[in-house]
């Protein structure tokens, strides 16, 4: 779990830096827009809570075998998504651009500590990329011996 924790912090402290540096944009093209600001933030903050609500799925996921809580939490996730998008449309076009630019920032955090910070030199490197042999899929005809719960509705 503390592996966890530090996964979800990084992942935290560049989506606050990466919406830092749009909101240090923003002010250079747009001037002080309080709109586009306040629903940046907002954006933003939605982003990092529905990534909880998604780790949190997953990890209930791993423990109880069952797809409830990614279930339940897709329906949690998305409305909330939805609602504080279209509250930002209503204030005008700069907060949705704000909106949308602050939920896309956590996707930003995760592409550059994934896929643009791990190729630097003397980077470490991406765990999920960490074997040296080319992986070696099984045949399908050996995937019916395990256990499929995909029937299971």
Not at 69 to 93: A, D, E, Q, S, T
Request: hydrophobic share 45%.
């Amino acid at each position: 779990m503390e592996d966890l924790r530090k996964f979800k912090i990084q992942i935290y402290r560049y989506c606050i830096i990466i919406a830092a540096v749009i909101q240090l944009i923003s002010i250079i093209v747009l001037g002080l827009d309080r709109v586009f600001t306040n629903c940046l933030i907002l954006g933003t903050i939605v982003t990092i809570i529905n990534f909880n609500i998604l780790v949190y799925s997953a990890a209930r996921l791993m423990q109880t075998k069952s797809k409830g809580p990614v279930v339940g939490g897709y329906f949690v996730r998305l409305p909330i998504y939805g609602i504080v998008f279209h509250i930002c449309l209503k204030m005008g076009l700069q907060g949705a651009i704000g909106c949308v630019l602050g939920f896309i920032t956590l996707h930003i955090s995760m592409i550059y500590i994934y896929g643009i910070k791990s190729r630097f030199p003397g980077a470490k490197k991406n765990p999920l990329n960490s074997w040296t042999e080319p992986k070696k899929w099984r045949s399908p005809s050996e995937w019916e011996d395990e256990d499929d719960d995909s029937n299971d509705f």
